[in-house]
């Protein structure tokens, strides 16, 4: 395989990441819910990655140039990778010798990086990736259909390492850029802007760059065959046109173009709701596999071919995915045990949507969630679920719920100002639910503390507040 040509790419502004201090690492660390991904050791501020792909033989040549700052010092560097083989590393420009632990690439440095010390590693890798066994499945990279030759990225929360070696926190968030090259007649498709396409003999190289700042387990590569539709949105809040980029496999170009094609009419009203769309882009991808759910990676959302039928049966999924860019993706999670903060406000997004188009109210959809909850053992926090049950459908729907009473207590006008200034606080950052409670709290404190607190962190569900005329 021939690599893709290095070419200088204009950087975003520098995005630093939350940092953590040497006296709290290994607390911090404990108390995640998958303390095995991830270190707090150092941040990073950029991936750089160069993949090949062979689909006849399913090998990837990866080489990851990674930007990181140290924060504290360090002897020596821990990513995450899963299963493939690392051939060679440096940083700095210096050879080191990496090691391996089970799922953990270790790089020992000759003198120790001091705390506050930016350095860049360089890691030759490759091998037949896989998705990766988890608690939640085997996700990560896949290869699609025999007759496509594709492969997908669904990496949600724990399916990073199987293609790239990286920070696997979803707080540690950073620049991506993507030089992929595979057979020409063959397409790749990452996160964010396409900013080159160029043949070198039988292959073909496509570069994506995405400022983000985005979490590992939303970093996406689609490869095989699709028919490619682009689409314009106005971004209400601002005036801005957003250009979006939907693929597919051909044979299914005419469901997914009708089932996607109210996605210009939700960008312009959720960017009503939520405030500016905080990327350069947006796209769903549908590829030629079937999938448990759609996954909502960072500007382009990938959808299983049995998530399309041409009659908008999971158009709410459509809806759901968007909704993540804002919350989960733009507004990531301090860690997963926050999970309510992505998934009830996507699941509340899908019924703000319904009440758009005409359909059940969102009020309607609420309580009859609340009386499916309510018939359900009443043994969950929501914000601390467990890490086996941070994909419990109680999230999701109580989730909502607890918005669904928000608006009730505060009134729409104060409620979807509380979305906008939730995201427009955390834009680009991670944050928990302690700071969503206090955030609501600016809002109408007397009132809101209260309802928090029963639908959070009580285990019995908490009556909805009667519906507002
Ligand atoms: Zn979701």
Redesign the pocket.
């Known amino acids: 395989m021939t690599w893709c040509s290095r070419r200088t790419l204009i950087r975003g502004a520098a995005l630093v990441p939350l940092a953590a201090t040497a006296a709290d690492e290994g607390a911090r660390q404990a108390e995640r819910y998958f303390p095995s991904h991830g270190t707090y050791g150092h941040r990073t501020l950029s991936y750089d990655l160069h993949l090949a792909y062979d689909p006849a033989a399913g090998t990837l040549d990866g080489r990851a140039r990674i930007q990181a700052v140290a924060d504290r010092p360090l002897r020596q560097v821990e990513l995450d990778l899963a299963g493939l083989t690392v051939h060679d590393a440096r940083i700095d420009g210096a050879v080191v010798g990496p090691g391996r632990k089970r799922n953990k690439l270790v790089l020992p440095v000759r003198r120790p990086i001091a705390a506050g010390t930016p350095f860049t590693m360089e890691i030759g890798y490759g091998g037949r990736p896989g998705p990766v066994r988890t608690p939640f499945g085997q996700i990560g990279w896949d290869r699609t259909g025999d007759a496509n030759e594709g492969t997908l990225v669904a990496a949600q929360p724990l399916g990073a390492p199987s293609w790239f070696p990286c920070n696997d926190r979803p707080d540690d968030k950073a620049e991506f850029t993507f030089r992929v090259t595979v057979p020409r007649g063959h397409h790749a498709l990452a996160n964010g802007a396409l900013v080159d396409r160029s043949r070198r003999g039988p292959t073909e190289c496509w570069t994506y760059h995405h400022p983000g700042p985005m979490a590992p387990y939303l970093a996406a590569l689609y490869t095989g065959r699709f028919t490619h539709d682009t689409w314009e949105a106005r971004d209400t809040s601002t005036g801005r046109r957003v250009t979006g980029r939907d693929a597919y496999p051909t044979y299914l170009s005419r469901r997914a173009r009708y089932d996607l094609a109210r996605q210009p009419a939700m960008f312009e009203v959720f960017t009503g709701w939520f405030g500016p769309y905080p990327f350069e882009t947006y796209g769903a991808v549908v590829v030629d596999a079937e999938l448990d759910q759609p996954v909502?990676n960072q500007t382009a959302s990938v959808f299983g071919r049995n998530h399309v039928d041409g009659a908008r049966t999971w158009e709410t999924l459509v809806a759901?995915?968007l909704v993540?860019q804002w919350y989960?993706n733009s507004v990531s999670l301090r860690d997963w045990r926050d999970i309510w903060l992505?998934?009830g406000f996507?699941t509340y997004g899908e019924w703000l949507w319904s009440e758009h188009i005409g359909e059940d109210s969102a009020d309607t959809i609420a309580r009859a969630a609340w009386h499916t909850l309510a018939r359900r053992p009443q043994r969950l926090r929501i914000a601390d679920p467990g890490p086996d049950r941070i994909f419990d459908d109680r999230v999701y729907n109580r989730g909502a719920c607890t918005l669904h009473a928000l608006r009730l207590t505060l009134g729409d006008d104060r409620f979807f100002a509380l979305l906008r200034g939730w995201h427009h606080a955390h834009r680009g950052g991670s944050a928990d639910t302690a700071a969503f409670i206090a955030h609501a709290g600016r809002y109408a404190p007397t009132a809101v503390e209260p309802v928090l607190h029963a639908w959070l962190h009580e285990k019995q569900l908490p009556p909805l507040p009667p519906a507002r005329s």
């Open positions: 909502e759901h995915e993540h989960g992505n998934e996507a």
